[in-house]
Antibody, heavy 117, light 104 residues
Framework: QVQLQQWGAGLLKPSETLSLTCAVY????????WRWIRQSPGKGLEWIGD???????SSNPSLQSRVTILFGASKNQFSLRLNSVTATDTAVYFC???????????WGKGTTVTVSS | EIVLTQSPGTLSLSPGERATLFCRAS???????LAWYQQKLGQAPRLLVY???SRATGIPDRFSGSGSGTDFTLTISRLEPEDFAVYYC?????FGGGTRVEIK
């Protein structure tokens, strides 16, 4: 059974860097693309960025200058860094697996990140 | 940039009724990459349908997807109590704004 386990700091001050990690269990990391998505309170879903097993990454143009998506410390992990956070970055952040149909079939449980002074 | 518009915003129905949810793309899109998700409060979205009409693993057959070009539909044939939730369509990295299915 494929599982994504995610973790990271949940409370940040403005201007700090958001850092989240997602670990993949039960699936080959190299067979898929991996994604970060966020959901602001009471709002819809927003694509943050992707990383391919080759290391190629892409990100939402609206966040691109602040986003880094990279492999984690272990070979089955990937991470998100979002620098210079503001209150508008307050959201639940999800990691997910992307299929060949570009749908997301496995999701992490989500990490609530609050940015507040 | 493709925009996905979902309608209605809210659907008020009773258990046992049929639900029809719509997703319209601002331009013609590849059906292969149109997906539907269900999200309950406090949970991650769950993939229901991919490729516009293929049910994901473990999804009951009361859920069905259809459509092509710019117009796509998710149908729940008979609403069960656990189906009251928010539903999103998605194409590549774009999401629709969601339809809330609530108990009437």
């Amino acid at each position: 059974q494929v599982q994504l386990q995610q973790w990271g700091a949940g409370l940040l001050k403005p201007s700090e860097t958001l850092s989240l990690t997602c670990a993949v269990y039960g699936a080959s990391f190299s067979d898929y693309q991996w994604r970060w998505i966020r959901q602001s309170p009471g709002k819809g879903l927003e694509w943050i960025g992707d990383i391919h097993h080759t290391g190629t990454s892409s990100s939402n143009p609206s966040l691109q200058s602040r986003v880094t998506i990279l492999f984690g410390a272990s070979k089955n992990q990937f991470s998100l860094r979002l620098n210079s956070v503001t209150a508008t970055d307050t959201a639940v952040y999800f990691c997910a697996r992307v299929t060949i149909f570009h749908s997301m079939d496995v999701w992490g449980k989500g990490t609530t990140v609050t940015v507040s002074s | 940039e493709i925009v996905l518009t979902q309608s209605p915003g809210t659907l008020s129905l009773s258990p046992g009724e049929r639900a029809t949810l719509f997703c319209r793309a601002s331009q013609s899109i590849t059906s292969n990459y149109l997906a539907w998700y269900q999200q309950k409060l406090g949970q991650a979205p769950r993939l229901l349908v991919y490729g516009a009409s293929s049910r994901a693993t473990g999804i009951p057959d009361r859920f069905s997807g259809s459509g092509s070009g710019t117009d796509f539909t998710l149908t729940i044939s008979r609403l069960e109590p656990e189906d009251f939730a928010v539903y999103y369509c998605q194409h590549y990295v774009t999401f629709g704004g969601g339809t809330r299915v609530e108990i009437k």
